[in-house]
């Protein structure tokens, strides 16, 4: 989705860790995968690209999706009410918002 004001692209899914990465149509600039979205507020599948300008914007976009991803192994499963509390959550959230 692209918000008109600000010309910034976003997308309002989770990022799990059974989704795959996979180039878009053989490109070194492009990335597409599949996700629930939000953006109307009812989760619906849909497949989602990025392009990049460059073949190195796309990778480091491909290694912080990874590293989010490796990040959520790390989580135990827990009960959603108990997990929102935990000072492990609260870092989590921390290195998300570095990663911005």
Do not use: Y
């Not at 996979?22 to 989760?43: N, T």
């Not at 491909?62 to 135990?76: A, S, T």
């Amino acid at each position: 989705m692209r918000t008109e004001q600000v010309l910034k692209v976003c997308a309002n899914h989770w990022i799990t860790t059974t989704m795959n990465l996979k180039p878009l149509s053989g490109s070194d600039r492009a990335w597409m995968w599949m996700a629930s979205d939000f953006s109307d507020g009812d989760a619906k599948l849909e497949q989602l690209a990025a392009k990049f300008k460059a073949p190195e914007l796309a990778e480091e976009f491909k290694l912080k999706f990874e590293e989010c991803q490796r990040l959520l192994l790390n989580i135990p499963l827990q009960p959603p009410h108990k997990l929102v509390n935990t000072g492990r959550t609260a870092q989590l959230i921390q290195k998300a918002e570095e990663m911005k």
